[in-house]
């Protein structure tokens, strides 16, 4: 759904910024069906590779068939907190060219520890790179409004530059950040109940009445708009 109504291409604007390379060897943590994953692989071709780790084994189970059980692809069903056990003991390849988690750091109880694993399994001249939600978030704002938001929520908006950053700028000799600006525009009623109903912050006694705002703003305006902004971290290692 994100993809079906985002104003701007988001698989499209990381690649470009993450930069896989034929040949490279990347971790990906938190790699779901592959929204990364796939395009890794065709990145690095046949010289290369990639490791990818998700807690959902449905996820991986679909990543592995859309690779076509490529042979350089090494998928693991593991809770992230458990990174550096199943880099020593199922993957292959032990040191990263690129080391990246999109989405996915900021669930993880245990999220320096991952953050120091991958930062110790990277090559030299390696990229470490962490894409998170980023303030201001339309639809939080918007359901705030009505309910009570949970305070993870509120904690993962700035998991970029008040965790991530401090740690970037401690342990890498170069740092770039880059803000990613979306616009979702929700056509309907029933595809925005659908949006919210799978999100962390879902609060069932709200429902009713955010569905008729947002039905009011759809016949107003044709659709239902919010921000839906992101934050990415790369560092690069100097040995």
Known sequence: MNKKFQSTDFD???????????????????????????????????????????????????????????????????????????????FAVKQYDLAQSSYALYYSAERMAVLDTMRKHLKPNGRLAVFTPNAPHGMVEFVRQFADIPGGVDECMEFGPNVLEPYFRKHFWDVTV??????????????????????????????????????????????????????????????
């Open 12 to 90: 499209s604007w990381l690649m470009a910024r993450l930069n896989p390379k034929a040949g490279e060897d990347i971790l990906d943590v938190g790699c779901g069906t592959g929204a990364q994953s796939i395009p890794f692989l065709k990145s690095v071709g046949p010289e290369g590779s990639v490791s990818a780790l998700d807690i959902a084994a449905d996820s991986v189970a679909e990543l592995i068939r859309k690779s076509e059980n490529s042979p350089n692809l090494s998928a693991a069903v593991s809770d992230m907190g458990k990174l550096a056990d199943v880099i020593d003991r199922q």
């Open 178 to 239: 880059h803000f990613f600006h979306n616009v979702v525009r929700i056509p309907t009623v029933a595809d925005f109940v659908s949006f919210y109903r799978s999100t962390t912050y879902y609060n069932a006694s709200v429902e009713e009445q955010l569905g008729a705002v947002v039905e009011n703003k759809i016949t107003e305006n044709g659709f239902f708009e919010y921000e839906k902004n992101g934050y990415l971290i790369i560092g690069q290692s100097q040995f």
